[in-house]
């Protein structure tokens, strides 16, 4: 079984430039999870769906940053206009239903925001 | 204030040593895991212990709590165990997921 992909692996931009993550869970699972991980912090829950609906956006910075899952499968993380607060590893994690464990969790997307 | 915290923030060890890491959770948790990184940054759940003791290989996790705290003991350790340990709780709000982590135990485990 294919585990949490991500693309792309690592990303370096400019202040003020966008950037896009792509994200394809585990088949199956219909909970999909965006979290923010600053370096030497844990990660921070950013956006879940459950399908395609955006079940808790309420830590993610609107202004900048958007996600979806328009298939309620692969979704994607947008920031537009990064700034320098934005350096952090994108994670990316699926589960079976919402709130159970075992999360499966991607490798990760590193950016550095110049 | 953190509402989950982790100690040691880091441990380093000689290989064939146990590793002690602990957990303290200021809110109810309903679920509580604890996850490895590795040094490339991929997340692993390694065991899931909303209470008692859970043993997996060479991993033995207790939780109490009512005193809101956890730990996670490694035996034996090996320089294949470096890396971070982190510990999140799910506070289990009525349909809602509200998971913490804590910042980690960077261990690392010298041959």
């Known amino acids: 079984e294919a585990g949490v992909t991500q693309s792309p692996r690592y990303a370096v931009l400019q202040e003020g430039q966008a950037v896009s993550f792509w994200c394809d869970p585990i088949?199956?699972?219909?909970?999909l999870y965006w979290y923010q991980q600053p370096r030497d912090q844990g990660p921070q829950l950013l956006v879940y769906?459950?399908?395609?609906?955006?079940?808790?956006n309420s830590q993610l910075p609107s202004d900048r940053f958007s996600a979806v899952r328009p298939k309620g499968t692969n979704s994607t993380l947008k920031i537009q206009s990064a700034k320098q607060g934005d350096t952090a590893t994108y994670l990316c994690a699926s589960s079976f239903e919402t709130g159970t464990w075992p999360q499966y969790f991607g490798p990760g997307t590193r950016l550095l925001v110049l | 204030g953190q509402q989950v915290q982790q100690s040691p923030a880091s441990l380093v060890l000689q290989e064939g040593e146990n590793a002690e890491l602990q957990c303290n959770f200021s809110?109810?948790?309903?679920?509580l895991q604890w996850f490895y990184q590795s040094p490339g940054g991929s997340l692993v759940s390694l065991l899931s212990n909303p209470s008692g003791t859970k043993h997996t290989g060479r991993l033995t996790s207790t939780t109490v709590t009512k005193e809101r705290r956890s730990s996670l003991h490694i035996s034996s350790s090996q320089t294949t165990d470096s890396g971070t340990y982190l510990c999140a709780i799910d506070r289990g709000d009525t349909n809602a997921y509200k998971v913490i982590f804590g910042k980690g135990t960077h261990l690392h485990v010298l041959p």
């Open positions: 769906f459950r399908d395609e609906a955006v079940i808790d």
């Open positions: 809110s109810t948790a309903t679920q």
């Open positions: 088949s199956g699972h219909d909970t």
